[in-house]
C-alpha cells in the first residue's frame, strides 16, 4: 500500500475526502479493477424490448397520465468545456505562424479537420456572431476566406479575442439557426423539454451540473431564455450545480504512489461523470430523464425524440405502478407470490430462485429498488458503451450497461460476447428516484464502487494514473432495476467535435 502521510490526509480532507476513502481510492490502483464478466449481449427479445405500435401508443399515453401525479425532471450534465470540440483548431493554431491554403493541404488531422471547417464555416450557427466580433477588429471574414488567411479565423473562433470557444462550457456553444436567430446547446434542452416534461400546470423542471468557473454567464443565459420562453402558460423551474470536490479521487504515480505536481502539491482529479451521483441523490423529483447536453436536435427533429422520451417515460411508469402495488401487498400480507415471481421474471428480467425461505424479505429487497429505463439505438459504428447480461458476484445475471474498457478483450469469449452486440448506449434513460412509500432512496446504496475506472494521464510532462468513479449509468447503478428499450437512432445525435456540427441532423431543415 502507498504511503499515506499526514499531509496527505490533509490535502484529502481540504476535498471533503475522508482518510478511509483516501485508502479506499489507493488500494483500488494497487489491486486493480477487476473486468466485468459477461454472459451474452442484451439483444431485441432477449433483455431489450421493441415495443410495436399498439404499446407505443398505450405507453405514451400512460406517460402523459402521469404528469399529473409525478414530479418529473429533466437533468442534463452539462459542466464539461468545449475543449474538446475544438482541439484539432487549437492544434493547428498553436502550431503553425499562419495557416494558408497550403498547410491545409497537410495530411495531417488537424490540417484535414481545419480544412472541413473553414470550407463550410457558413454552414455554423455562430458564422453571424464570428463574423461580428473579427469585424470589431477591423477583419472582413469573407475577405479572410477569399485570400486563404486562416490563423484570424481560428484565434477568433477560439481565444479571448473572440468567441473563446475553446475554454467555454459546451453549452454555451452555438448549435443551430433559425432564419438568421441561433441557440446554444442549453437553449435546445428548454426547447425539448417543452415537449415531453411539461405538467399540467404548464411547468417545465430542468436542473444543469455547471462548473463553478462558468456560474454566473450560465445563469445569465438561463435568465435570457427563461425571459424568451416563458409565457402566462408556461413557467421553467431552472437549478444548478456543482460537482463536488469530495467527489474527486486521488492521483497517483505509475508505482501507485500519490502523484505530486512540479510545485509539490498533490494532484486530485474530477471523478468523472460517476461522480454526479451525489448530485442526482439531491434532486427533489419522482422521474428523472438524463441526456448529455451534446445530444441535441433543431426543432424540426425534436418530435421523434419527445415521442421516445414519453414511450420510456411510459414504461417506467408502467414498471412502477406495479412495483409499488406487490410492495404495498407485501406489507399488508395479501401479496401473491406466484403473480410476483412471473412479474420479476418476465417484466423485470430478474431471476427469483424456485424456492424463497422468506419470500417477505426477498422480495421486498428485490423491488425496493431505483428503476431505470434505458433506450437502446442499433450499433451503426458510433462509440459508446453497450447493454449486456452480466454475472455479479452473488451469481444473478442481471442487465447492465457496460463500457469496453470494463471488458477483458484478451479472453476470447468476453472478445466475441462484446462483437455479438448489437445495441450500444446513446445515455438517454428515465429514472424512477422515490420508493413505494414516496421517500427518496439513498442512490449511494445500490452502486458498486468497484466498478472504478483507472486511465493513464500526464501532468507537468510526468505520467500519472488517474481514477473515475463508477459511470454514471455503468457502476454507480449497477443495483438499480434495470430495462432496455429499442429507441430509433434518429434520438441520438451527439456533437463531440465541432464538425459534428455540419451533419445534416443539425443543419436547418430543407
Given at each position: 500500500?502507498a504511503t499515506?502521510?499526514e499531509?496527505l490526509?490533509?490535502a484529502?480532507?481540504?476535498?471533503g475526502?475522508?482518510?478511509?476513502?483516501?485508502e479506499?481510492?489507493?488500494a483500488l490502483?494497487?489491486?486493480?479493477?477487476?473486468?466485468i464478466?459477461?454472459d451474452?449481449?442484451a439483444?431485441?427479445?432477449?433483455?431489450?424490448?421493441?415495443?410495436?405500435?399498439?404499446?407505443i401508443e398505450?405507453l405514451?399515453?400512460?406517460?402523459k397520465?402521469?404528469l399529473s401525479?409525478?414530479s418529473?425532471?429533466?437533468?442534463?450534465?452539462?459542466?464539461?468545456a468545449a475543449?474538446?470540440?475544438?482541439r484539432?483548431?487549437?492544434?493547428?493554431?498553436?502550431?503553425?505562424?499562419?495557416?494558408?491554403?497550403e498547410q491545409?493541404?497537410s495530411?495531417t488531422?488537424?490540417?484535414?479537420f481545419?480544412?472541413?471547417?473553414?470550407?463550410n464555416l457558413?454552414?455554423?450557427?455562430?458564422f453571424?456572431k464570428?463574423?461580428?466580433v473579427?469585424?470589431k477588429?477591423?477583419?472582413?471574414?469573407?475577405?479572410?476566406?477569399?485570400?486563404?488567411?486562416?490563423k484570424?479565423?481560428l484565434?477568433y473562433t477560439l481565444t479571448?479575442?473572440?468567441?473563446?470557444?475553446?475554454?467555454?462550457p459546451?453549452a454555451l456553444?452555438e448549435?443551430?439557426?433559425?432564419?438568421g436567430?441561433s441557440?446554444?446547446?442549453?437553449?435546445?434542452?428548454f426547447?425539448?423539454?417543452l415537449?415531453?416534461?411539461?405538467?399540467?400546470s404548464?411547468?417545465?423542471?430542468?436542473?444543469?451540473t455547471?462548473?463553478?468557473?462558468f456560474?454566473e454567464k450560465?445563469?445569465q443565459e438561463i435568465?435570457a431564455?427563461?425571459?424568451?420562453?416563458?409565457?402566462?402558460?408556461?413557467?421553467?423551474?431552472?437549478?444548478l450545480?456543482?460537482?463536488?470536490?469530495s467527489?474527486?479521487?486521488?492521483?497517483?504515480?505509475?508505482?501507485?504512489?500519490?502523484?505530486k505536481?512540479?510545485a509539490?502539491?498533490?494532484?486530485?482529479?474530477?471523478?468523472?461523470?460517476?461522480?454526479?451521483?451525489?448530485?442526482?441523490?439531491?434532486?427533489d423529483?419522482?422521474?428523472?430523464?438524463i441526456?448529455?447536453i451534446?445530444?441535441?436536435v433543431?426543432?424540426?427533429l425534436?418530435?421523434?425524440?419527445?415521442?421516445?422520451k414519453?414511450?420510456?417515460g411510459?414504461?417506467?411508469v408502467d414498471?412502477?405502478?406495479?412495483?409499488?402495488r406487490?410492495?404495498?401487498?407485501?406489507?399488508a400480507?395479501?401479496?401473491?407470490?406466484?403473480e410476483?415471481?412471473a412479474?420479476?421474471?418476465?417484466?423485470?428480467?430478474?431471476?427469483?430462485?424456485?424456492?424463497?425461505?422468506?419470500p417477505?424479505?426477498?422480495?421486498?429487497?428485490?423491488?425496493?429498488r431505483?428503476?431505470?429505463?434505458c433506450?437502446m439505438v442499433?450499433?451503426?459504428?458510433e462509440?459508446g458503451?453497450?447493454?449486456?447480461w452480466?454475472?455479479e458476484?452473488?451469481g444473478?445475471?442481471?442487465?447492465?450497461?457496460?463500457?469496453?474498457?470494463?471488458?477483458?478483450?484478451?479472453?476470447?469469449?468476453q472478445k466475441k460476447?462484446?462483437?455479438q452486440?448489437?445495441?450500444?448506449n446513446?445515455?438517454?434513460?428515465?429514472?424512477l428516484?422515490t420508493?413505494?412509500?414516496?421517500k427518496?432512496?439513498?442512490?449511494?446504496?445500490?452502486?458498486?464502487?468497484k466498478?472504478?475506472?483507472i486511465?493513464?494521464?500526464?501532468k507537468?510532462?510526468?505520467?500519472?494514473k488517474?481514477?473515475?468513479?463508477p459511470?454514471?449509468?455503468?457502476?454507480a447503478?449497477?443495483?438499480?432495476?434495470?430495462?432496455f428499450?429499442?429507441v430509433?437512432i434518429?434520438?441520438?445525435?451527439?456533437?463531440?467535435?465541432?464538425?459534428?456540427l455540419?451533419r445534416?441532423?443539425?443543419?436547418?431543415?430543407k
Amino acid at each position: 500500500m502507498a504511503t499515506i502521510s499526514e499531509n496527505l490526509i490533509t490535502a484529502a480532507e481540504s476535498h471533503g475526502i475522508s482518510k478511509k476513502e483516501l485508502e479506499r481510492q489507493i488500494a483500488l490502483f494497487v489491486e486493480g479493477v477487476p473486468f466485468i464478466k459477461l454472459d451474452r449481449p442484451a439483444t431485441v427479445g432477449d433483455g431489450i424490448l421493441k415495443p410495436d405500435q399498439h404499446e407505443i401508443e398505450d405507453l405514451m399515453n400512460k406517460y402523459k397520465q402521469s404528469l399529473s401525479s409525478l414530479s418529473v425532471l429533466k437533468f442534463v450534465p452539462a459542466s464539461g468545456a468545449a475543449s474538446r470540440m475544438f482541439r484539432d483548431l487549437e492544434a493547428m493554431l498553436n502550431n503553425h505562424e499562419t495557416i494558408s491554403f497550403e498547410q491545409l493541404d497537410s495530411e495531417t488531422t488537424e490540417a484535414q479537420f481545419t480544412k472541413i471547417f473553414v470550407e463550410n464555416l457558413q454552414h455554423f450557427a455562430f458564422f453571424a456572431k464570428l463574423k461580428e466580433v473579427l469585424a470589431k477588429d477591423n477583419y472582413s471574414l469573407e475577405k479572410l476566406l477569399h485570400e486563404g488567411n486562416f490563423k484570424p479565423i481560428l484565434d477568433y473562433t477560439l481565444t479571448e479575442k473572440g468567441l473563446n470557444y475553446a475554454s467555454m462550457p459546451k453549452a454555451l456553444i452555438e448549435f443551430h439557426s433559425y432564419n438568421g436567430e441561433s441557440r446554444n446547446a442549453m437553449e435546445e434542452h428548454f426547447h425539448e423539454s417543452l415537449l415531453f416534461a411539461k405538467n399540467e400546470s404548464g411547468a417545465v423542471r430542468i436542473h444543469f451540473t455547471i462548473s463553478p468557473e462558468f456560474e454566473e454567464k450560465t445563469r445569465q443565459e438561463i435568465d435570457a431564455i427563461v425571459s424568451r420562453l416563458q409565457t402566462g402558460a408556461i413557467s421553467f423551474d431552472v437549478s444548478l450545480s456543482f460537482q463536488q470536490s469530495s467527489t474527486d479521487t486521488i492521483a497517483v504515480t505509475p508505482d501507485n504512489e500519490p502523484f505530486k505536481d512540479d510545485a509539490g502539491n498533490f494532484v486530485f482529479r474530477p471523478g468523472g461523470h460517476g461522480a454526479l451521483l451525489n448530485n442526482l441523490n439531491k434532486l427533489d423529483a419522482d422521474i428523472v430523464f438524463i441526456k448529455n447536453i451534446d445530444n441535441i436536435v433543431p426543432d424540426y427533429l425534436k418530435n421523434i425524440t419527445a415521442k421516445w422520451k414519453q414511450v420510456i417515460g411510459g414504461y417506467l411508469v408502467d414498471l412502477k405502478e406495479n412495483v409499488h402495488r406487490f410492495l404495498n401487498d407485501i406489507d399488508a400480507g395479501s401479496a401473491n407470490y406466484d403473480e410476483i415471481k412471473a412479474f420479476c421474471r418476465d417484466k423485470l428480467k430478474l431471476l427469483p430462485p424456485s424456492v424463497d425461505d422468506n419470500p417477505n424479505d426477498y422480495y421486498r429487497n428485490m423491488l425496493n429498488r431505483p428503476i431505470r429505463v434505458c433506450g437502446m439505438v442499433r450499433n451503426e459504428g458510433e462509440p459508446g458503451g453497450g447493454p449486456f447480461w452480466v454475472h455479479e458476484s452473488n451469481g444473478r445475471i442481471s442487465l447492465q450497461i457496460v463500457e469496453s474498457s470494463q471488458i477483458d478483450i484478451n479472453n476470447n469469449t468476453q472478445k466475441k460476447i462484446l462483437e455479438q452486440s448489437t445495441h450500444f448506449n446513446p445515455v438517454d434513460l428515465v429514472c424512477l428516484l422515490t420508493d413505494y412509500k414516496g421517500k427518496p432512496f439513498v442512490l449511494d446504496k445500490f452502486s458498486n464502487p468497484k466498478t472504478a475506472f483507472i486511465a493513464e494521464k500526464s501532468k507537468d510532462g510526468k505520467k500519472l494514473k488517474a481514477l473515475e468513479r463508477p459511470g454514471l449509468w455503468n457502476g454507480a447503478m449497477e443495483n438499480w432495476i434495470t430495462l432496455f428499450v429499442e429507441v430509433p437512432i434518429e434520438t441520438f445525435n451527439p456533437v463531440k467535435t465541432v464538425n459534428d456540427l455540419l451533419r445534416p441532423q443539425h443543419q436547418p431543415e430543407k
